[in-house]
């Protein structure tokens, strides 16, 4: 399946139930090279993945199993002892993340991006080093179904002109 780019972006969503049919690990890296793409601040590459196994995966206990995902994924920001630092590392890794998401989309592929890991005890399990950031971990899979879009704030009411 191949796709623009203005239609991936407008077409691709959170997935919440994946089929079970296993994702090649090989794909899921070209989308993450592919990922490497994003902008970074003075090619810092801040962003750190870690493959979710299944006995990791059933301590995090998470409600729906990430909709049955075949395979999950932790993302995690580079820290940093200078506050602006640490934020440019967020927004660059939060770049990839979208990146990464759309590379999968592109494929035929969806995600399910959840926040959870970022809560004390998520960390704890993953054993996120105190100093990086969660982005969020990631269920990756075939989606079972692609929910439709939700409705749009327009964005005429979001622009702003100065002088």
């Not at 990922?35 to 970074?40: L, W």
């Not at 920001?77 to 506050?83: I, Y």
């Not at 100093?131 to 692609?146: D, L, M, N, R």
Request: proline share 7%; charged share 20%; hydrophobic share 40%.
């Amino acid at each position: 399946m191949t796709m623009n780019t203005i239609e991936a972006i407008k077409t691709r969503r959170n997935i919440k139930q994946f089929k079970a049919d296993p994702i090649d690990k090989s794909k899921v890296i070209s989308w993450l090279e592919a990922a490497t793409f994003s902008p970074n601040h003075r090619m810092t590459e801040p962003w750190r993945i870690t493959f979710v196994g299944p006995e990791t995966r059933a301590k995090l206990n998470h409600k729906t199993d990430f909709g049955g995902a075949p395979l999950v994924l932790l993302l995690t920001s580079q820290g940093s002892a200078m506050p602006i630092e640490q934020e440019e590392n967020a927004y660059a890794t939060a770049c990839f993340a979208q990146s990464f998401m759309l590379a999968a989309h592109s494929e035929g592929a969806g995600t399910f991006w959840s926040s959870m890991a970022a809560a004390p005890r998520m960390r704890e399990i993953l054993g996120v080093p105190e100093a990086e950031v969660v982005i969020g971990i990631f269920g990756v899979g075939y989606p079972q179904e692609v929910p439709p879009a939700k409705d749009r704030i327009s964005i005429e009411s979001k622009l702003t002109e100065l002088p």
